[in-house]
Every structure is written in structure tokens, then in C-alpha cells.
């Protein structure tokens, strides 16, 4: 079993930047992957990033690309979002996944496990 705690939400204004952490505990293997999804209020559950946890390959979605940056550390078993240039429509939910398959996934349905999610504000 895995288990994920996000870390890192709150309340910031336009342009500022916010870093989001992930903990991962339990059986973590190098073969995961590991995503940010994020919900807004309203909206579907939607792909932000991913990493693969042995390469380090990262992916993205169109609309946070050049503005967030998805890290890992693996020895402390944790993923970082560092998010910049942050705009009111990047407020949701966000939430840690951890992906069995090594190549990872952009899809909701391919996460295997969750965290509970962190929130994240944004005002103009």
C-alpha cells in the first residue's frame, strides 16, 4: 500500500509562486510514476504533471508548461510542483498520484493511488 500527503496549498495572488510537496510513504518502487492532477471548483479532475521516478522524465500539460516544474527527491520519497507565474485560473485542488505503470499517464483512471489533495487560491 501507498500512501500520499500533499503539502504546500494556500491563498496568493497573481504572478506570485507556490511550491506544492508530496510524501510518499509505504511500498514506492523505482518503477512508478508519480502526477499532479488538480480539480477545480465545478470542473473534472485534470492532468498538471508527471515524473517518472527512475528516469526523471518529466511531462506536462499545455497550459501549465514554462510555469510549473515537476521534481523529485528519491531519497526522501517525496515530489515537489513548483508552481510560478501562477494565474487565478490555476485555482483547484491539487492532488499527488502515483502511477504503477513506469511510463505514467495524463489519465485519472491509470492512478492507482491518491492523496487528499491540497488547495490552491488564487486572486487577481
Known amino acids: 500500500q501507498v500512501q500520499l500527503v500533499e503539502s504546500g496549498g494556500g491563498l496568493v495572488q497573481a504572478g506570485d509562486s507556490l511550491r506544492l510537496s508530496c510524501a510518499a510513504s509505504g511500498r514506492i518502487f523505482s518503477s512508478f510514476a508519480m502526477e499532479w492532477f488538480r480539480q477545480a471548483p465545478g470542473k473534472e479532475r485534470e492532468f498538471v504533471a508527471g515524473i517518472r521516478w527512475s528516469e526523471g522524465t518529466t511531462f506536462y500539460a499545455d497550459s501549465v508548461k514554462g510555469r510549473f516544474t515537476i521534481s523529485r527527491d528519491n531519497a526522501k520519497n517525496t515530489v515537489d510542483l513548483q508552481m510560478n507565474s501562477l494565474k487565478p485560473e490555476d485555482t483547484a485542488v491539487y492532488y499527488c498520484?502515483?502511477?504503477?505503470?513506469?511510463?505514467?499517464?495524463?489519465?485519472?483512471?491509470?492512478?492507482?493511488?491518491w492523496g487528499k489533495g491540497t488547495l490552491v487560491t488564487v486572486t487577481v
Open positions: 498520484a502515483a502511477d504503477r505503470n513506469s511510463r505514467g499517464s495524463s489519465s485519472t483512471r491509470a492512478m492507482d493511488y
